[in-house]
């Protein structure tokens, strides 16, 4: 008979399963083995979305004709759609699907998008050209343009929360050396991205510039299709979470209980609280009890606890009363909302890299040899690779150090790590803002409408705001998974992604606010069809100025958050204490 120490090593004891349905064994599926099928299709997903993103303003400009300023928008509302479709997705995955369904379904959905994407640009009646020559309108080609583009979002919408969840979910949170290769999986998870993104852009939008857009989509297209192929192979080596139903009806349950409990006063022990034996409820993690919002207290005082009957009628009756753990996830959720609001700042600095930032290096030198000239897509590389720095640098060299002086199993705290991002994006638009001033003197002294200045003078704010995204974004990813209740680990992700899909709108909002503003006073639009005319140079330092701003908001709200505390002889790192 084995001890059950060696039981716990031998099976996972998560909740998850293997493809056959039976409990896991931890040898033979999860950790790495199965996550480098799902970091393989992630890259090749990331190829396409980045190959298509970062030289959208581009298209949108050459191809359709559009003024920057319109492009911008279409860009920051395509963008925008594209992160806010994983609320929906994530939800489906989490309440319905299963991750694993929803990744395959909307991985279909994805390549449907890329393949009418390639039969706008192949068929000869569909097909972009200068209207002047063929004579004919873009207006038919616009349309099936955007319906793929956003038939691709539609993808994106499911498949990015559930596919990051999902490689989360092959890690157990309760065996330690696993849960400590779950920390490092979102830095090497952001380190395939990262890798698709600079083949995205460079290689990609080289061949769409120097060869044809049509080639670039049918490679993106074969790309996607065999990463699905490579993805379903890896069945037998996942583990599987099953669907639970919605999780906001829990949380709903707990609104109405506590408001009918309104009156009742709040024990001054919490022990009195009421929550499900772990003996009863061993496959799912038991939440600590904590002193945050603690009117919602209310929905597990049990009101009849020296009367059996009414007790059992009570225990039946979920809008009457709630186990602490429903409590605390509701309290998690209100939680997370405050943090929520203070990343959109940051968020509205990366939405500048795949739009102004690229449009500055459209008209500055990009000559390399003289065969042979960057893409202005091409220079958000740049920030590809300052992230791939930061990853790698955060994990194998300031976290194993942090760890032994700190003794926290992350080095830092996941918000500390956050904050460290937002300081860091906030010094690269200071940065933008300077290269941006210098360009502007120089198109003044030339007269010219590509200036003589290199475009690797935008090396300093790509580079900075990389290794921000490599604190920022993957703290972001990992707070939003870490600190959602169990059963919402897709939205959690959903939620991080969110954080960009909203912030891309109020970008658009704060362009359109800014060109009212400044075209009313007489002295010219900040963003005028002229690039060169053009004070993106102001625009920036508005920006880092309102993020700095938020920066001073966010470390308060740092200060004061309490961390998520798991009632399971696991340590979670950024509790104050060891959890029991």
Excluded at 302 to 317: G, L, P, S, T
Aim: net charge positive.
């Amino acid at each position: 008979m084995e001890k059950p120490q060696e039981d716990a090593q031998k099976w996972v004891g998560d909740s998850s399963v293997d493809h056959k349905g039976r409990v896991p064994r931890r040898a033979a599926t999860g950790c790495w083995k199965a996550s480098f099928f799902i970091i393989a299709i992630e890259f090749s997903e990331r190829l396409s979305y980045f190959g298509l993103a970062t030289n959208l303003i581009m298209y949108l400009t050459k191809v359709l004709h559009e003024e920057v300023k319109t492009a911008a928008k279409n860009v920051n509302y395509w963008s925008g759609v594209t992160t806010m479709m994983p609320l929906v997705g994530g939800f489906v995955a989490d309440a319905y699907l299963g991750r694993f369904s929803t990744v395959v379904i909307s991985s279909l959905v994805y390549i449907a998008g890329l393949v009418l994407l390639t039969v706008s640009e192949l068929v000869p009646r569909m097909k972009p050209c200068d209207p002047n020559i063929c004579g004919r309108s873009l207006r038919l080609h616009e349309v099936i343009y955007f319906l793929a583009m956003y038939m691709i979002s539609v993808g994106t919408g499911g498949h990015k929360p559930s596919l990051e969840s999902f490689g989360a979910d092959q890690f157990d949170d309760n065996h330690d050396e696993e849960r400590k290769k779950k920390m490092s999986y979102f830095n090497w998870w952001n380190f395939a991205l990262c890798s698709g993104l600079m083949l995205g852009v460079t290689v990609v939008v080289y061949v769409q510039d120097a060869v044809g857009w049509w080639l670039a989509d049918v490679v993106l297209t074969v790309v996607m299709c065999l990463s699905l192929v490579v993805f379903v192979v890896g069945r037998p080596f996942y583990r599987y979470r099953a669907p639970e139903g919605s999780p906001f009806t829990p949380m709903l349950q707990v609104v109405v209980a506590a408001a009918a409990k309104r009156h009742l006063p709040l024990p001054s022990d919490a022990g009195e609280l009421y929550e499900v034996p772990e003996t009863q409820n061993s496959d799912k993690r038991l939440l600590c009890h904590t002193n945050q919002l603690r009117f919602l207290d209310r929905a597990a005082i049990v009101e009849y606890k020296y009367d059996e009957a009414a007790f059992a009628a009570e225990n039946h009756n979920s809008l009457r009363l709630a186990t602490v753990t429903q409590v605390e996830e509701l309290k998690l959720i209100l939680s997370m909302v405050p943090i929520w609001l203070a990343a959109l700042p940051f968020g509205i600095c990366v939405a500048q890299a795949n739009t102004f930032f690229i449009k500055q290096g459209s008209v500055m030198d990009r000559q390399v040899t003289n065969s042979f000239k960057i893409p202005p897509a091409s220079v958000y590389s740049l920030s590809a690779i300052g992230m791939i720095v930061s990853v790698t640098f955060y994990d194998k060299l300031l976290v194993p150090f942090l760890r032994k002086a700190t003794g926290n199993e992350r080095g830092i705290s996941i918000l500390k790590r956050i904050g460290i991002g937002m300081t860091i994006t906030t010094v690269a638009m200071i940065s933008a803002a300077l290269v941006e001033r210098k360009r502007l003197r120089v198109a003044v002294t030339e007269q010219t409408s590509v200036v003589s200045m290199s475009v690797f003078w935008l090396l300093p704010q790509f580079l900075i705001m990389g290794i921000g995204d490599g604190f920022a974004l993957v703290g972001l990813q990992e707070y939003f998974y870490d600190q959602v209740p169990d059963s919402m680990r897709s939205l959690g992700i959903a939620f991080y992604l969110s954080v960009l899909g909203v912030a891309n709108f109020l970008s658009s909002l704060l362009i359109t606010i800014v060109d009212h503003i400044t075209s009313r006073e007489g002295k010219g639009s900040w963003f005028a069809k002229d690039l060169n005319k053009s004070r993106l140079d102001l625009y920036y330092w508005l920006i880092a100025t309102i993020s700095a701003v938020n920066l001073c908001g966010y470390v308060y709200l740092a200060r004061r958050y309490s961390y998520k505390k798991v009632q399971r002889k696991v340590v979670v790192a950024d509790s104050p204490r060891a959890d029991v």
